[in-house]
Nanobody
Framework: QVQLVESGGGLVQTGGPLGLSCAAS????????LGWFRQTPGKEREFVAA????????NYAASVKDRFTISRDNAKNTVYLQMNSLKPEDTAIYYC?????????????????WGQGTQVTVSS
C-alpha cells in the first residue's frame, strides 16, 4: 500500500518562500510519477506541478510557473515543491499524489495515490 505524507506547510508572508516535502513508502518510488495539487474551500482540486518517474519531465500550472519548482530524490523516496514569491492566492491545502510509471500528468484523475494534505497560508 502506497502511503504519502506531506510536510512543510505553514504561514508565510507575501513574497516569501516555503518548501513542501512528500515522503513515500510502500512502493518502488523511482517508478512513480509524482504530482502536487492544491484545493481551497468550495473549489475543485487543481494541478500545481508534476514530475515523471525519471525526473526528466516536469509540468507546471501557468499560475506557478517560474515561481515553483518540483524535484525528487529517489534515494530518500521524497518529492519536493519549492515555492517562491508566494502570493495570497497560493493559500490552499497542498496534496501530493502518485501514479506508477506516470508521465507527469496535469490531471488529478491520472493519480491513484494521495496524501492527506498540508495547509499553506500566505498572508497579505
Amino acid at each position: 500500500q502506497v502511503q504519502l505524507v506531506e510536510s512543510g506547510g505553514g504561514l508565510v508572508q507575501t513574497g516569501g518562500p516555503l518548501g513542501l516535502s512528500c515522503a513515500a513508502s510502500g512502493c518502488a518510488f523511482s517508478t512513480y510519477a509524482l504530482g502536487w495539487f492544491r484545493q481551497t474551500p468550495g473549489k475543485e482540486r487543481e494541478f500545481v506541478a508534476a514530475i515523471n518517474w525519471s525526473g526528466q519531465i516536469t509540468n507546471y500550472a501557468a499560475s506557478v510557473k517560474d515561481r515553483f519548482t518540483i524535484s525528487r530524490d529517489n534515494a530518500k523516496n521524497t518529492v519536493y515543491l519549492q515555492m517562491n514569491s508566494l502570493k495570497p492566492e497560493d493559500t490552499a491545502i497542498y496534496y501530493c499524489a502518485a501514479v506508477k510509471y506516470g508521465l507527469a500528468s496535469t490531471s488529478r484523475q491520472s493519480y491513484n495515490y494521495w496524501g492527506q494534505g498540508t495547509q499553506v497560508t500566505v498572508s497579505s
